[in-house]
């Protein structure tokens, strides 16, 4: 299976500052056809999740533009460019390269 | 707009089974992939399975084969989870999700169904 490890584990952010979050896969996600199979997720406190980024990089319909994607075959990351408080929450990462699918131990948002 | 709608919380003793169910409205297509991922208490998102609500393809994670059925009424455009043998370690939160090949990524999630295995 491929193993998913985000980094940090928490993160306490000041509002209209920016934040990252860091998420590594043991295994190149880069599919034959030059897509990245990463996506990232928020679950806000008593939600399900919701879907923000998809291949990589690609922001979900509806997501703000402050979110951003990036990443090699392996190391990706999620960039928050100014953090408001709305984004509280546990953002987590996940490869649909191959099954099982496997996600990221994610990581909580607070603000300070 | 996709939405799927899944059954309430389930209080089950060890040893015992569950279904879960999970309904899909508005779809314009019947072929249509229904996942399962669930969420331990302190533990992360897992993965257990999808199902084809059209055709019935379905397969499980290996983790989990033998012990997860996952079925479908085409007619009714729901998916179903049956899980059995359930144990303490199988107190979570399980979620249906919708995936396809655009955006290759859940992009509707279920709004969760609790599990909770205790004597």
């Known amino acids: 299976d491929i193993v998913m490890t985000q980094s940090p584990l928490s993160l306490p952010v000041t509002p209209g500052e920016p934040a990252s979050i860091s998420c590594r896969s043991s295994?190149?996600?880069?599919?034959?056809?030059?897509?990245?199979?990463l996506s990232w997720y928020l679950q806000k406190p008593g939600q399900s999740p919701h879907l923000l980024i998809y291949?990589?990089?690609n922001r979900a319909s509806g997501v703000p533009d402050r979110f951003s994607g990036s990443g090699s075959g392996t190391d990706f990351t999620l960039k928050i460019s100014r953090v408001e408080a709305e984004d509280v929450g546990v953002y987590f990462c996940?490869?649909?390269?191959?099954?099982?699918?496997?996600f990221g131990g994610g990581t909580k948002v607070e603000i300070k | 707009q996709v939405q799927l709608l899944q059954s309430g919380a389930e209080l089950k003793k060890p040893g015992a089974s569950v279904k879960i169910s999970c309904k899909a409205s508005?779809?314009?297509?019947?072929?249509?992939?229904i996942h399962w991922v669930r969420q331990a208490p302190g533990q992360r998102l897992e993965w257990m399975g999808w199902?084809?609500?059209?055709?019935?393809?379905?397969r499980s994670s290996q983790k989990f084969q033998g012990r997860v059925t996952i079925t479908r009424d085409r007619s009714a455009t729901t998916a179903y989870i049956d899980v059995s043998s359930l144990t303490s370690e199988d107190t979570a939160v399980y979620y249906c999700?919708?995936?396809?090949?655009?955006?290759?990524?859940?992009?509707?999630w279920g709004q969760g169904t609790m599990v909770t295995v205790s004597s």
């Open positions: 999700a919708k995936y396809e090949g655009e955006p290759e990524a859940f992009d509707v």
């Open positions: 508005g779809y314009t297509s019947t072929n249509f992939p």
């Open positions: 199902i084809n609500v059209g055709n019935g393809n379905t």
């Open positions: 295994q190149s996600l880069l599919h034959s056809n030059g897509y990245k199979y």
């Open positions: 291949l990589g990089a």
């Open positions: 996940m490869q649909s390269l191959q099954n099982p699918f496997t």
